[in-house]
């Protein structure tokens, strides 16, 4: 499912309902409704930030006059929500037993110059007079 749009501020999580864009030739930044796909060189902003945007000395600063209001969701959304609540409702896959999760008789797998070693059912004491031995 599609996130909505979050604001462009570092550590901001609110959703993004005004789009920044800056007209550098007249140093103009202008804050308007939401625009309807993410462009580069523009910034999301939530209501807060851009109702509180400043520019630098010299720039002017355009800002929509009306109400901020997020945009509704769109047929894509609703069918994604619809799509993953059908995902999460099938029953998940039976898991073998544990006897069958391990195999009877495991292998020794060479891959490369790495050699896989399966574990054995020794004590550490069996280990270790099988060390002596082999001394």
Not at 27 to 49: I, K
Not at 55 to 67: D, M, T
Not at 79 to 96: D, Y
Request: charged share 25%.
């Amino acid at each position: 499912m599609r996130s909505p749009r979050r604001c462009s501020r570092n550590g901001c999580p609110r959703q993004a309902v005004a789009t920044l864009t800056y007209v550098y030739n007249e140093s103009t930044a202008v804050v308007g409704p939401l625009a309807a796909f993410a462009e580069p060189h523009t910034y999301d902003l939530c209501e807060p930030h851009a109702r509180s945007l400043t520019a630098p000395r010299g720039w002017n600063v355009v800002r929509h006059e009306g109400e901020f209001e997020p945009p509704p969701p769109t047929t894509d959304d609703l069918v994604a929500l619809a799509e993953a609540v059908r995902e999460a409702a099938r029953p998940a896959p039976p898991r073998p037993p544990d006897d069958e999760a391990v195999p009877q008789h495991p292998q020794t797998g060479r891959r490369g110059h790495l050699r896989v070693i399966p574990p054995t059912n020794e004590t550490p004491q069996e280990r270790a007079t099988k060390g002596q031995w082999l001394r």
